[in-house]
Every structure is written in structure tokens, then in C-alpha cells.
């Protein structure tokens, strides 16, 4: 693994991330050990994402979209009714008609941190921990949120020039959830039921 070139790439998506808006040391009132549903819905708002909120089983499942691509949290540890040490977004892709290059998900490792890719059968998972335990300020919780949707973007865009380099195209400058590659000809679908997306 190139270390440095996987630090600088992690630096860039940090900085795309953006910085938390104020410089002010959080206060020990501030610092958050636990998160609550509501808690997390809020910071996915802040991150410009709309939060669909649905209750199951007395847990609140939250379900947002990014790029046209929809994400799910699940939740982590429970340290109490609705309260959360950690959570872990996840955006599950359905890859249809074929087989993703080799390779994909291992350069997509070499290369970003942040956040990991998982085959799981017909799935290809993008997920991101969020760890709270300890104490985080709420800064922390919405530059992880703000993150993880440059991820998602960062991971749109490594599939769709990774599959066209595979296919002996030219790689593309953008990418969003309306272009997306898998494999030529083939379809990539959100896991969540939305519909599936023809891949160019």
C-alpha cells in the first residue's frame, strides 16, 4: 500500500469535507458520549441530505440520499432507549448483469480510508463508522456526516473511472447518481428499492 498517496487522498477528502464552521474549544457540557436517533437525523440535515424517519419495532430506522443514491444508519452499541455509542452508514449497491473488474474494491482500499467497500453476493456495500464513545463535540457529528457524503461521491467517481480504465475508455471528470459504472451495459441498482440505474 503507498501510504502517502493514501494520506493525501485522505487529506483532500477531509478538507472537501469541509471544517467544522467554528474554532471554539467545545466546553465539557458540549462533548456528546451517546447520540440519539433525532440527534443524527439533524446532522444528516445539516450535511444537505433529507432524512425519511420510520419507526420499527420501537427503533427509529433513518434513510436519506446522496448523489441520487440512497443510505441507511445502523445502529451500533445501545447505551440506552434511543441512544447510540456508534453507528455505521451504508450505502448498498445491487450490481446486475455481470461481475464488477478486479480489482475495483481493492484499489478503492489502497487508495481511501475512510470508508470501506464490501462485495456481499449481488451487493457491493459502501459503508462509514461513526464512533461517539468517549465523548465527541457536535462538530464531530456533523463533519462525519458531511464526510460520508464525499465518500459517497469520491466512491461513484472511483467506479465509474475504474470500470471505463477497465473497458479501455477514457475516465470521466464527474460522476453522480444518475452516471454511474459497474460494468459496461450493465445495471447498478440502489439496495434500499429504489430503482435500478442503466450504467453507461
Known sequence: MNEEHTMQHDNHDAERAGAPASS??????DIITSVTS???????RAAGCAVSVQQDDLVTRLHSASHGIGYQVHWGNQAGADQYLDFTL???????????PEGLINEWHRSRRFARVAAHG???????DVIVAGGVSPEFLNFSMRLWV????QFFLHLRNFTQQAAGQTPGAEASGEDLAAVPGDT???GDGQAPMKLN
Request: hydrophobic residues 45%.
Open 122 to 128: 449481488e451487493f457491493l456495500v459502501l459503508e462509514m
Open 188 to 190: 447498478l441498482a440502489s
Open 150 to 153: 464525499e465518500m459517497m461521491g
Open 90 to 100: 451504508s450505502c448498498p449497491l445491487r450490481v446486475q448483469g455481470g461481475d464488477l
Open 24 to 29: 471554539r474549544p467545545s466546553s465539557s457540557a
Open 38 to 44: 433525532a440527534q443524527v437525523a439533524d446532522a444528516i
